[in-house]
């Protein structure tokens, strides 16, 4: 429990920091269905000025690259303009195909034209990119002929700084959204790899179906992350029911921030995802919302604050890894017949 000064003081820092909150650019539609961009009032004060700002990129990705692309760097290019230092793009930012066979035909290696464009982009705009899905052909494509889920991380010179290869395969079968089997056309990656330095503080990586997965994030989070971010593609099942729950689950449950853009939209005749890109406090608070449609929503990252989280609740030091320090490994007498 809190104490009543505590909560106060809580309550405090809630209300000055939503009264400074950066709103997302939302979506209108005009009688005719087209969309408008139309930015949100944007309020700096000067508790804020000087944070770092981040932009959540939401876009509908489609089996047409030259299109998605043209898409995704409209939208760093603003994230530039409104001074974010590091822009996220969702899981799946390079194409969503039709089926396995397209997927495998329009996937590239990393030193392949489209991220060699993003670096570019970097440069140009002189702001970090988090990649956070890129269909790639590792080196081990020709003997496999399947590919990675492979989180990119790209500094402002355009330089890669870090990759995460998705550890967590969605391979689910759901009532209403039909069947997903992603390690038909995928290799899981061996390793979850270490948080990194940004100018917006040090990010653990990781992609969608990971986000159900909390030991991932509790090991990013023991190994020094502030900033967790889960570029996504739910669907329109398991969005409404789960996403929001679970991005603020692995915000309080690590004191981390949450980033998390995401897919939205119907990408073809067979898929559609949810949205709902978002940035989440240590304190599980949402700080900043996507609306419908693509666009980018802003949020400061004030590591201040998540210090002081910390201090104020202190669970890292609270932990049993003595009770449970297998926690995450299979149970054979769960999974009897």
């Not at 209403?176 to 653990?204: H, L, M, N, W, Y």
């Amino acid at each position: 429990m809190l104490s009543a000064t505590l909560w106060t003081q809580r309550k405090c820092l809630f209300l000055l920091r939503s009264a400074f909150r950066l709103p997302g650019l939302s979506q209108l539609r005009d009688p005719a269905g087209t969309r408008h961009s139309r930015p949100g009032t944007m309020a700096v004060s000067s508790s804020s000025r000087g944070l770092p700002l981040v932009a959540v990129c939401q876009v509908t990705s489609t089996p047409d690259k030259e299109q998605t692309f043209a898409a995704c760097s409209g939208l760093v290019q603003e994230a530039a303009k409104l001074g974010a230092c590091l822009a996220f793009l969702p899981e799946a930012f390079d194409f969503i195909a039709r089926d396995p066979a397209e997927t495998l035909q329009l996937s590239e290696p990393l030193d392949g034209d489209l991220v060699n464009r993003y670096a570019r982009l970097a440069r140009e705009c002189g702001l970090w990119i988090s990649l956070g899905g890129f269909h790639e052909r590792g080196q081990d494509w020709e003997q496999t002929q399947r590919i990675y889920n492979c989180h990119v991380l790209l500094d402002n010179k355009g330089s890669i700084v870090a990759t995460y290869r998705k550890t967590h395969l969605c391979d689910v079968e759901l009532p209403g959204q039909g069947s997903i089997c992603e390690s038909t056309s995928t290799v899981p990656g061996p390793t979850r790899g270490s948080p990194v330095s940004t100018p917006a503080g040090k990010i653990g990586l990781a992609i969608c179906y990971d986000l159900r997965f909390p030991e991932l994030s509790l090991a990013l989070a023991q190994d020094g992350a502030e900033i967790l971010t889960y570029p996504s593609a739910f669907g329109l099942v398991t969005g409404p029911a789960h996403w929001e729950v679970l991005l603020r689950a692995r915000a309080i449950e690590t004191q981390c921030y949450v980033v998390a853009a995401a897919q939205w939209g119907q990408h073809h005749e067979k898929r559609g995802s949810y949205g709902h890109s978002m940035v989440v406090d240590p304190w599980g608070v949402v700080v900043a919302r996507c609306s419908e449609g693509p666009g980018l929503c802003l949020a400061h990252i004030d590591l201040a604050y998540l210090r002081q989280v910390r201090q104020h609740m202190p669970v890292a030091q609270h932990r049993r890894p003595d009770l449970y320090g297998n926690l995450g490994r299979p149970n054979p007498c769960l999974h009897t017949s």
